[in-house]
């Protein structure tokens, strides 16, 4: 079953600054929020998740901000490239959908739309891509197929949001 997404006011977006990764990000408020969680092999600074909207409802859409340090001259776009050659290397069935750039950010950003599955279950995600200084910042925004036009503005919301 698909949940329908209902646009959320600024008001109930909920700012989050991880201390010793020093970025910022906006989330709905009502989603449970994890600090420093480690997933597989991945460290997650910042992890916010949406609560079930009923026994029906399977997937609980996400959003979450890995950091890592990369060369401090490398631009936003090879830093997409490096990553899009990584991805299928960890994501099983990786298909690439799309890429573009973030308008009206506070910090520039380019993004990748793509699906893949985990423990059995497909997923779309769109991940958008920061740098500052020495480090590289990937936001993820993950969801059902069936469900992530309806989160689509919201995950740009997030994204625009995003401040390293």
């Given at each position: ?11 109930s977006m909920k ?142 919301a997030m994204g ?5």
């Amino acid at each position: 079953m698909a949940l329908a997404f209902q646009p959320l006011q600024a008001a109930s977006m909920k700012s989050y600054t991880h201390g010793t990764e020093g970025f910022t990000l906006k989330y709905p408020s009502e989603w449970e929020a994890r600090e420093d969680v480690t997933y597989e092999l991945f460290k997650i600074p910042f992890l916010a998740i949406r609560p079930l909207a009923g026994e029906n409802d399977t997937y609980r859409e996400n959003v979450n901000v890995v950091t890592e340090k990369v060369a401090p001259k490398m631009s936003l776009e090879v830093y997409l490239k490096a990553n899009l050659k990584e991805m299928p290397k960890g994501l099983q069935s990786f298909k690439k959908i799309g890429t573009g750039t973030l308008s009206g950010g506070k910090t520039p950003s380019e993004y990748l739309i793509y699906s893949h599955k985990s423990q059995g279950i497909k997923m779309k995600a769109v991940v958008f891509f920061y740098r500052k200084g020495p480090k590289g910042y990937s936001v993820t925004c993950t969801s059902t197929p069936e469900g992530f036009d309806g989160y689509w503005d919201l995950f740009q919301a997030m994204g625009k949001s995003f401040k390293p």
